[in-house]
């Protein structure tokens, strides 16, 4: 009971998720105390979830990009003709972190105007560091008995990379896309004070109204996709340890 407990709840969790997004509706008698002078409980000024699936999208795609360019990166400075960019990479994946997200999305509004992309760039610049520094410690660690042996069967640089390196690599560099998503998925909510469409629609709508049930609907399902996202991800990363696993054993 105690192993199929964790399994129960992240269903439950995903069941109440999809119900609320769905059919708010239903859960307005629970929100409803959260309110004051006959304010909604539910969010009605747009579908909750077409901005649940409006959120995804912008942190998939700045996902999607932020993977592409940190690994691309992480394989550069770990071939001898690119070691000695190490120190510029890591300067320009640090970017991102080195400034809060509403400066990124205040440098970004005049240059690409309102909407969605100066959250993607903030998205993008944000999830490029643990990525790279997880692709980067999964090349420069691999198994040395490993890649001579590659090496031995005559295998070339590309080939080492492709059949060997980057497969061996995969669950580390999925824990690093996991952390990029997680942080992601709460920094896009941001993007709605430059007119994205996010799920920060509803909270900056409880805030500005002071309505509790507002705040606490967007609050809670961001939370919700964080979870199960990450849970999700955190599964594939051990399925690709252990499959890596038993092929180099």
């Known amino acids: ?51 649940t699936l409006l959120h995804l999208r912008t942190v998939l795609v700045a996902t999607v990009a932020a ?51 100066p959250t993607l760039i903030a998205l993008f610049l944000y999830g490029l560091l643990p990525i790279f520094e997880n692709a980067l410690t999964a090349l420069t660690t691999l198994p040395g008995n490993v890649m001579e042996a590659a090496r031995g069967a005559g295998m070339t640089g590309w080939q080492r990379l492709v059949k060997v390196e980057l497969p061996l690599s995969a669950p580390v560099i999925l824990g690093g896309i996991r952390l990029s998503v997680v942080i992601g998925l709460a920094t896009a909510t941001i993007g709605s004070t430059v007119a994205a469409k996010t799920l920060g629609e509803v909270i900056i709508a409880g805030l500005i109204s002071n309505n509790l049930a507002f705040v606490l609907q967007g609050g809670l399902i961001v939370a919700a996709l964080a979870v199960l996202i990450y849970d999700g991800l955190s599964a594939i990363e051990r399925y690709a340890a252990r499959r890596m696993g038993r092929e180099t054993a």
């Open 1 to 51: 009971m105690k192993a199929w407990l964790p399994a129960l709840l992240r269903l439950a969790l995903l069941v109440l998720l999809v119900a609320f997004i769905a059919s708010p509706g239903w859960f307005e008698p629970l929100l409803r105390p959260l309110t004051e002078n006959g304010a909604p409980a539910i969010y009605n000024q747009g579908s909750l979830l077409t901005l």
């Open 67 to 117: 993977t592409i360019v940190a690994v691309a990166l992480a394989i550069l400075v770990t071939r001898p003709a690119g070691a000695e960019f190490l120190p510029l990479s890591r300067s320009l994946v640090n970017i991102g972190q080195s400034f809060p997200p509403v400066a990124v999305l205040a440098l970004a509004v005049p240059a690409v105007g309102f909407g969605e992309k």
